[in-house]
């Protein structure tokens, strides 16, 4: 089983978020990266999960500069075989996913996993894409995936319940909570990792649809009011008058 999965450097979620050049550039200065959750947690784990039942091999490819090698490390170091890192600035996500779909035509993946999301992002769309631009089977957000020679079983929640579905390998599917339990990687893994092959390919031309104009910080929470629990009116009062909830 030849499985490629797509995992991306993202801020780990403690960083304090700021913004550059007109509030038009995210500040990647005193930011510690991790590589995103979604990708390593479920995708990279459940990867390796079925290499190990059914042999076969685990490649990792990230669109990204050499800042990205310290993470790819880690996906290494946890058990991928190999990596593959694009040497491009991630653009947006279909310049992501035309560089990933372009290096993989060829190579013959049984599947193509990736997190649902970014945790920095959160445009759920690099899957999808490399989906369409493949012509393969999309299965998307699924919490479970078992292998069964050449056909998949998935499931996924849905409104009011869970959905089951099957599809015939080759597919690319994107990992949501519940795929598979976080590895933390062992000493043997991490000195393995520094000899195993990471493979750095120049990007194909391709443009980005998406432009960034400016980003803006949520609005910071207000205080929280406690109401005497025997002040009914005043709560009912606040609640349509400040909440304007009800």
């Given at each position: 089983m030849k499985i490629l999965v797509a995992i991306s450097k993202a801020p780990?979620?403690?960083?304090?978020?700021?913004f550059t050049e007109?509030?038009?550039?995210?500040?990647e200065a005193g930011v510690q990266f991790i590589i995103n959750p979604y990708d390593e947690w479920y995708a990279l784990v459940r990867g390796l999960e079925l290499k190990e039942a059914n042999g076969g091999s685990v490649t990792t490819i990230t669109v990204g500069g050499a800042d990205a090698d310290p993470i790819i490390r880690k996906a290494l170091a946890i058990g991928a075989d190999d990596a593959v890192r694009i040497d491009a600035e991630p653009k947006d996500a279909y310049f992501v996913a035309t560089q990933i779909s372009e290096y993989a035509k060829d190579k013959g993946y049984d599947m193509i996993l990736v997190g649902k999301e970014t945790v920095d992002y959160n445009g759920s769309q690099v899957g999808?894409?490399?989906?369409?631009?493949?012509?393969?089977?999309?299965?998307?957000?699924?919490?479970?995936?078992d292998v069964n020679g050449n056909v998949?079983?998935?499931?996924?929640e849905v409104q009011g319940g869970e959905e089951v579905l099957e599809a015939e390998l080759p597919f690319v599917l994107s990992a949501a909570k519940g795929m598979a339990e976080q590895r933390i990687p062992n000493m043997r893994g991490i000195m393995a990792a520094r000899t195993k092959k990471l493979e750095v390919v120049p990007a194909v031309e391709a443009d980005a649809l998406t432009e960034i104009i400016e980003y803006s910080l949520?609005?910071?929470?207000?205080?929280?009011?406690?109401?005497?629990?025997?002040?009914?009116e005043q709560l009912?009062?606040?609640?349509?008058t400040e909440a304007k909830v009800i």
């Open positions: 780990d979620t403690t960083s304090k978020i700021s007109g509030n038009s550039k995210f500040n999808g894409l490399i989906a369409g631009m493949m012509d393969m089977p999309y299965l998307p957000s699924a919490s479970k995936l998949a079983t998935f499931e996924r949520p609005e910071a929470k207000s205080a929280v009011r406690l109401i005497d629990a025997e002040n009914v009912v009062e606040l609640l349509h």
